[in-house]
Each structure stands twice: as structure tokens, then as C-alpha cells.
């Protein structure tokens, strides 16, 4: 089955950066798009950033030019590379892969901006 299990979430100051992982087992995670939401205490779940198997990313405006998806393929991995954080980026993270039309979403791991 599809496993997602995300890591690299903390508390950083205003400006600071942080790397997300999200490592995937149970599907050919080559063959699959990945992307990763957030979601903030009273707020819908968003798409931050999505990357395709062909490796072309797309990003929500509000994090371009700050933020950068990746994938490494051999190791199964989907990272989240976050620059310039603000305390509006404070929300849980969640990795996320649409494999046979099932919608699969890890555990999310906290990011708070925050002096």
C-alpha cells in the first residue's frame, strides 16, 4: 500500500529556511506526480507545490521565488526546500501522491515561523 512519511518540519525564525522530505514506499514513485499542501489552524488545506514525473514543478504564487520542490527518484524521495520563511507559512505540511486514482496523504509534519 501507499506509504508517505514526512520529516524536516521545526520551529524557525522569520527569514529562516528548512528541507522537507517525503519519503514514499508502496507504489513506482517514478511514475507519479507528487505534491506537497499545507494547512493552517482554521484554514483549509492548499497546494504549496507539485512536481511531475518529468520533473516540472508548478508552485502557489504566494511561495514562488521562496520555496523549490524536488524529487530524487532513487531514493523515493520528495523534498520541500522552504527559504525566507514568514510566520504565515506556519502550518503542517503534507506530502501527497494520487496513485490509481486513491488519493494517498502522510501523517503532515509541523512548520512554525515564529521569533
Known amino acids: 500500500q501507499v506509504q508517505l512519511v514526512e520529516s524536516g518540519g521545526g520551529l524557525v525564525q522569520p527569514g529562516g529556511s528548512l528541507r522537507l522530505s517525503c519519503a514514499a514506499s508502496?507504489?513506482?514513485?517514478?511514475?507519479?506526480?507528487m505534491s506537497w499542501y499545507r494547512q493552517a489552524p482554521g484554514k483549509e488545506r492548499e497546494l504549496v507545490a507539485a512536481i511531475t514525473s518529468t520533473k516540472s514543478t508548478n508552485y502557489a504564487d504566494y511561495v514562488k521565488g521562496r520555496f523549490a520542490i524536488s524529487r530524487d527518484n532513487a531514493k523515493k524521495t520528495v523534498y520541500l526546500q522552504m527559504n525566507s520563511l514568514k510566520p504565515e507559512d506556519t502550518a503542517v505540511y503534507y506530502c501527497?501522491?494520487?496513485?490509481?486514482?486513491?488519493?494517498?496523504w502522510g501523517q503532515g509534519t509541523q512548520v512554525t515561523v515564529s521569533s
Open positions: 501527497n501522491a494520487n496513485v490509481g486514482s486513491i488519493n494517498s
Open positions: 508502496g507504489f513506482t514513485f517514478s511514475f507519479y506526480h
